[in-house]
């Protein structure tokens, strides 16, 4: 059942909110590319990558990647994928949404060839439903009240709270958005890295009255030890994202006990061999984890899988930021009253519209 073709489509996704933000960028769209990896019995592997320019990606050297990746799995058998992996990353160094997607594409043509939903590749099922978080972006305090009722009356309770870093302005927007929810939503905030230690914690001590139960990244990705010192001092968890893009950054924040969680996306990571090996090296440090997904309803129903099949997520995952777009390819994944069930039918259970 070798590869026999490799194709790539770039996809450019429009966001039904054209003023879309967090604190370091944002906007009404975003590329990336889809991988269809085809086997000589007619199946087809799907892969995602995103093209994340806040972390150092262009389209440009994502696409270039992609078809030099390309051209070097052709004649391949899916199953090697250890094979292949040496291969790539001794081709190109580094691009990790790139290889990624050739990961993903791998596993999802794997588990078709099987007739097996991907979970059972990862580790088998887990849960069977996942509670889904919905992000709000940054806005004057009232637009985001206004999007969190609009979210709340389509079933979802759970939301990530993006802030910027000012403490006025932050305490607001938790302080109105707790008031129009109510007591039984569930709130975190994401700071991306805005805040300082020292106001961080104080910002979040002052935020503990409105219930928040997490906030990730509170300061610089590469500030450990105010990270560090900040899960110590404040009651919600504390989780590193930006702080933890690579395996080995990973390695270094559970070894050192720096944060409670760690959000884990498989675009970003690298693909699933490494998300399942960082899920690994999280539950040796008792750490928890989450994933999340910013892209196509392949992004998230792949960070789906990942989180069906593994034991330490403990807390709901960001992966409806699908609907965001009004034009997404893949169909095949919906959210229900603010839950995600598990497909049980072969491979990632999404497709390619016509």
């Known amino acids: 059942m070798n590869i026999v073709k490799a194709e790539i489509v770039a996809t450019e996704l429009v966001r039904e909110d054209a003023d879309w933000r967090w604190a370091r960028g944002g906007g009404g769209k975003q590329h990336c590319f889809i991988i269809k990896l085809t086997s000589e019995n007619d199946l087809v592997g799907l892969g995602y990558a995103g093209v ?20 070097l799995l052709i004649g391949e058998d899916p199953f090697n994928v250890e094979k292949i992996s040496a291969t790539l990353s001794g081709v190109l160094h580094g691009n990790e949404g790139a290889n990624a997607a050739i990961d993903v594409a791998l596993h999802d043509l794997q588990a078709k060839i099987l007739g097996l939903p991907l979970y059972a590749l990862l580790g088998g099922l887990v849960r069977a439903e996942i509670p889904v978080i919905r992000i709000l972006s940054l806005k004057e305090p009232a637009k985001m009240v206004a999007n969190a009722v609009k979210l709340v009356e389509q079933g979802y309770c759970f939301f990530k709270i993006k802030l910027n870093g000012n403490q006025v302005q932050d305490l607001q927007r938790v302080k109105e958005i707790r008031n129009a929810v109510g007591e039984t939503i569930h709130l975190t905030v994401d700071a991306n890295q805005t805040y300082v230690p020292k106001t961080a914690i104080a910002t979040l001590k002052r935020m503990e009255e409105y219930g928040i139960e997490l906030c990730e990244q509170p300061v610089r990705a590469d500030d450990w030890e105010g990270l560090a010192a900040v899960t110590r001092a404040v009651d ?44 690994a090296i999280c539950k040796l440090g008792n750490v928890s984890v989450r994933a999340g997904s910013m892209g196509s309803r392949l992004s998230a129903a792949t960070s789906m899988h990942f989180v069906a099949s593994t034991s330490n997520v403990s807390y709901a ?12 390819p893949v169909s095949g994944l919906e959210v229900e009253q603010g839950i995600l069930k598990v497909p049980t039918g072969p491979g990632i259970g999404v497709s390619l519209r016509a």
């Open 52 to 71: 994340s320019t806040h972390h150092g990606d262009s389209r440009g050297g994502v696409k270039s990647a992609l078809e030099t990746y390309a051209s």
């Open 236 to 279: 919600c968890l504390v989780e590193a994202h930006e702080s933890a893009l690579r395996l080995e950054h990973i390695y270094g924040l559970v070894k050192n006990q720096v944060v409670d969680c760690i959000n884990i996306k498989i675009d970003q990571l690298g693909g699933l061999r490494k998300a399942k090996i960082a899920a």
């Open 317 to 328: 995952c960001e992966l409806g930021e699908y609907a965001g777009f009004l034009n997404d």
